[in-house]
C-alpha cells in the first residue's frame, strides 16, 4: 500500500494516571478502605494489572469506563469514518463538507486493490477529476457546498477528531482489528490502538482481535487465525 494512503492517527489526549484510576475504581469495590487511600497507596504495578486483568477478565466492565482518550484522526475516507461512526459510545467532531467547500482537486483516497492496477488507478483518477469538475461547476454557480457536496464520492478524505472510553476502545479493536472488517477501518483502529500502545504498554493483550480474547473464530469464513467454534 503506497504511504499516502494510510490513515494519519495521533494521540491527544489520555490520563497520566491510567493504570491507578483503573486500579482505584477495581479496589473500591472490593475493599473497606478509602477509594482516595487506595489511590494515594497504588504504586505496585504488577500488583495493579493483576488485579485489572482479573476483573477486565470477569467482565467488570464498569472500572475501565473512567479512561477517556482523544485521537486526531485525517487522512481517511469518508466510507471510513461512516463506519466508525457506527459506534454509539464516541463523541466526534468532523471537518464539515458543509463549512469547507473544496477548492480544485478534492483530496481522496485510493482503495489498495485500485492502486495496484495501473490501468484501474488511471480510470479511477480520472473519475476524481471529473467529480471535482462537476463540484466546481455547482459551487461557481452559487450552490451551496452543502448542496454541492452531493456529488462527493465515499473515497473523499476527511479528519476527524474522537474521544472514547477505554471499554469502547477494546471492543472496537475486538470488532474492527479481525480481518473480516474492512481493510481501511482496520488500519485506523490498529494505527489508535499502536499510539496508545506505545504509552500504556500494558494495553497490549486487550487491543486485540475478538478471537484473541475469546481463544476461538466466530465469524462464518475464518481467516484460520483461530480455530472456528464447532457447535
Ligand atoms: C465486520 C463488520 C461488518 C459490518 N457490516 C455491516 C453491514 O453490512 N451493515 C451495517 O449496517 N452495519 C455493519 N456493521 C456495523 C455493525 O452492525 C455495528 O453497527 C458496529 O460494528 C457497531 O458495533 P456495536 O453495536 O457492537 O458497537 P457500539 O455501538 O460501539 O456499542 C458497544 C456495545 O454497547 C452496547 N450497545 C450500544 N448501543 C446499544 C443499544 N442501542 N442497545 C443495546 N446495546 C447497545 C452493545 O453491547 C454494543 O456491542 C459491520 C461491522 C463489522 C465489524
Redesign the pocket.
Same mark, same amino acid.
Given at each position: 500500500m503506497e504511504e499516502n494512503n494510510k490513515p494519519v492517527v495521533n494521540l491527544i489526549s489520555r490520563p497520566e494516571n491510567m493504570l491507578k484510576t483503573i486500579y482505584t475504581a477495581a479496589r473500591t469495590c472490593y475493599s473497606a478502605d478509602l477509594p482516595i487511600n487506595i489511590y494515594n497507596g497504588a504504586d505496585d504495578e504488577e500488583k495493579m494489572l493483576k488485579l485489572i486483568d482479573r476483573v477486565v477478565g470477569s467482565g467488570h466492565y464498569s472500572v475501565i469506563e473512567h479512561i477517556q482518550v482523544t485521537f486526531a484522526i485525517s487522512n481517511v475516507s469518508r466510507a471510513c469514518t461512516h463506519?466508525l461512526v !457506527? =459506534? !454509539?459510545?464516541?463523541s466526534f467532531s468532523q471537518k464539515s463538507q458543509r463549512y469547507v467547500k473544496e477548492k480544485g482537486q478534492f483530496d481522496y483516497l485510493i482503495p489498495p486493490t485500485i492502486e495496484r492496477d495501473p490501468e484501474l488507478k488511471k480510470k479511477f483518477v480520472d473519475f476524481m477529476e471529473e467529480i471535482s469538475k462537476k463540484y466546481c461547476e455547482f459551487t461557481e454557480a452559487g450552490i451551496p457546498a452543502e448542496d454541492a457536496r452531493a456529488v462527493l464520492p465515499n473515497a473523499c478524505a476527511t479528519s476527524v477528531v474522537t474521544s472514547l472510553n477505554l471499554r469502547?476502545l477494546i =471492543?472496537?479493536a475486538n470488532? !474492527?482489528l479481525?480481518s473480516?472488517?474492512?481493510y481501511e477501518i482496520r488500519m485506523m483502529v490498529k494505527a489508535m490502538c499502536d499510539e496508545l500502545i506505545k504509552v500504556e504498554p500494558w494495553l497490549k493483550p486487550y487491543l486485540v482481535p475478538k478471537c484473541e480474547r475469546l481463544g476461538f473464530c466466530d465469524e462464518d469464513k475464518s481467516c484460520g487465525r483461530k480455530p472456528k467454534l464447532e457447535l
Open positions: 463506519q !457506527r =459506534h !454509539r459510545h464516541m469502547e =471492543h472496537i470488532l !474492527r479481525c473480516r472488517a474492512q
